[in-house]
């Protein structure tokens, strides 16, 4: 049976939608659906200029996902996500899983969300 939880966090960002995996965690959708993340993906780069340091418009270096304030790449996110590398974390704004070399232009200030920060949360949950 499939299980949805919506969350606001502290700081008012809505938590995904949650679906329990395979191996019974639950994740957000974009990162056990491959189409619903490429949709986001799509939406982020229409209508959020979403992009690579070498495409298209300006890039500051200083803004990139990878210290976004919305750059989630706490341990239980990069298990949905199966990805090792560290190269990709989940846009919590955005919802889809992106590059920490990208950015857009919703890039916020104080990321990434890491494990750490997840304590502080569990509070308000």
């Keep these: 049976?499939?299980?949805?939880?919506i969350t606001i966090l502290p700081d008012g960002m809505p938590v995904d939608k949650m679906e329990e995996n395979e191996e019974g965690?639950?994740?957000?959708?974009p990162t056990q659906d491959p189409e619903l993340n490429a949709e986001?993906?799509?939406?982020?780069?229409?209508?959020?200029?979403?992009?690579?340091?070498n495409e298209g418009s300006a890039f500051r270096l200083t803004e990139v996902c990878g210290n976004c304030g919305m750059y989630n790449q706490t341990e239980d996110m990069l298990d949905c996500l199966g990805d090792e590398s560290g190269e990709t974390?989940?846009?919590q704004m955005l919802k889809f899983a992106c590059m920490r070399?990208?950015?857009c232009d919703?890039?916020?200030e104080g990321g990434p969300i890491t494990s750490d920060m997840q304590d502080e949360y569990?509070?308000?949950l």
């Design 89 to 91: 974390g989940y846009c």
């Design 25 to 29: 965690k639950s994740c957000p959708l």
């Design 122 to 124: 569990s509070d308000y």
């Design 40 to 53: 986001n993906r799509q939406m982020a780069i229409d209508e959020h200029n979403y992009r690579g340091p």
């Design 106 to 108: 919703e890039w916020v």
């Design 1 to 5: 049976m499939t299980t949805f939880m």
């Design 101 to 103: 070399d990208n950015t």
